[in-house]
């Protein structure tokens, strides 16, 4: 067993060495797509291969706002996916600070010709990343010229969160980034005390034509039912700040090596097991929602679809989401993770790769990790490798496939 534990830690290295800046870098995410399927082969997996998927490309350039009133100083931002560029002189405004879309609308006639910047609270990731979503949508409506959204991060260490963002069609489209929580703050204190801000901001992103990715994809074929499938997947598109360790190489690398494990025991359940390492999920779900639209004309073969990307740290257990009788079983198969103090089960699949398949009632599973951490580095140079922890990782692996093993070799499918 150390000697698997040591190849599991050397592959998950060398997976991230190639994850790094692979959202914009288009050539770097597919060479990391190629490294993986040359890695899937070499661990003897079946059908390995990539599945060609059309996918937006964003390049983000170089960017920078600094606030000329009060006082010169550089804010620390980063444009969100999609954005559009400033002017090449950039753009330099009046700053008006807002802490909702409501106070926006109330305060609709001050916005007009303004960079508006919202220094919305974290309440939680569903709820808070609404401001990363339509910020640059709700202000253009009354008359901005661009948009500074506070990170969607419950900590912070001056460090912005980046993330993907798309106009709504019909509406002007005008730049749009995220800063630092300590900036969106001190501007925020500034303009409650009544002190005129103004910001020069400049941004070269670019939105060029479409290029063609792959989803990465592995098989262990089934040996009595191989055309049932049970999926495992994680994404293998990461930002380009930070490496992508934890959002999302933990998840494509436990999917990758519940495959493997089961290979080199060399256990065939009965069914087949089926890695997906997405590819453009950071730009909405482009990969998955492709492969959904190829392959939903087996859906009925599709026993469980498995998704890990909120985390890799610590299990605590699995989601899984399906009805009362396939709920009774999952529950059944998550007392098995007793030994490794997970067998906490919670009604969720989490995961929106997955969610095309939980939609039209497919049963779904997640990770459940101690997570709690995981918006201090989301989307920011933070998601390195430091955050990681190998024994956890050991661990979630485990679990991963544990869950999806034991699924797979039933004499049934689960029942939906």
Not at 25 to 46: F, R, S
Not at 120 to 144: I, L
Not at 293 to 308: C, G, P, Q, R, T
Request: negative net charge; contains cysteine; proline residues 4%.
């Amino acid at each position: 067993m150390a000697q698997l534990r040591d190849k599991l830690m050397t592959d998950w290295q060398h997976l991230l060495t190639h994850l790094v800046t692979g959202l914009l870098d288009q050539k770097n995410l597919e060479n990391a797509i190629d490294y993986m399927l040359n890695e899937l082969k070499a661990d003897g997996l079946e059908n390995v291969h990539g599945e060609d998927v059309q996918v937006p490309h964003w390049v983000r350039g170089n960017e920078s706002a600094t606030m000329l009133e009060p006082r010169v100083y550089d804010i620390a931002l980063l444009a969100l996916g999609a954005s559009v560029a400033t002017p090449k002189e950039g753009i330099k405004a009046e700053v008006l600070v807002v802490q909702s879309f409501d106070e926006l609308h109330n305060r609709s006639t001050e916005a007009k010709g303004k960079i508006v910047v919202f220094d919305q609270g974290y309440v939680s990731y569903p709820v808070s990343v609404a401001y990363r979503d339509y910020a640059a949508e709700e202000a253009a409506n009354v008359g901005a010229v661009a948009t500074l959204v506070r990170s969607i991060a419950s900590f912070s260490i001056h460090s912005p969160h980046t993330g993907w963002q798309d106009y709504k069609k019909g509406i002007r489209k005008i730049p749009t980034a995220c800063i630092a929580v300590e900036d969106a703050e001190m501007l925020s204190r500034m303009a409650k005390r009544g002190t005129k801000i103004v910001i020069h901001l400049k941004m070269d992103s670019q939105n060029l034509p479409p290029v063609t990715s792959r989803n990465t994809v592995a098989e262990v074929i089934g040996s009595k039912y191989p055309e049932q499938v049970v999926l495992v997947s994680g994404h293998l598109d990461s930002w380009d700040v930070g490496q992508g360790a934890m959002d999302d190489g933990g998840g494509a690398f436990i999917s990758w090596q519940a495959l493997s494990v089961i290979h080199q025991l060399g256990l065939r359940p009965k069914r087949t097991m089926r890695a997906v390492l997405w590819t453009a999920e950071e730009e909405g779900l482009v990969g998955s929602s492709q492969y959904y639209d190829a392959h939903k004309v087996n859906i009925s073969n599709y026993d469980l679809v498995m998704e890990s990307d909120m985390g890799t740290f610590t299990p605590t257990g699995m989601g899984f989401l399906g009805n009362e009788q396939a709920t009774a079983i999952a529950q059944e198969v998550i007392k098995l993770l007793a030994p490794i103090n997970a067998t906490t089960h919670k009604p969720t699949a989490e995961g929106g790769d997955i969610s095309f398949w939980v939609k039209n009632n497919v049963p779904g599973g997640s990770l459940l990790n101690q997570n709690d951490r995981y918006f201090w580095f989301h989307h920011s140079d933070g998601d390195t490798m430091s955050v990681q922890d190998p024994h956890a990782m050991d661990l979630c692996a485990a679990a991963w496939t544990v869950f999806s093993y034991v699924i797979a070799d039933m004499c049934d499918m689960l029942p939906r």
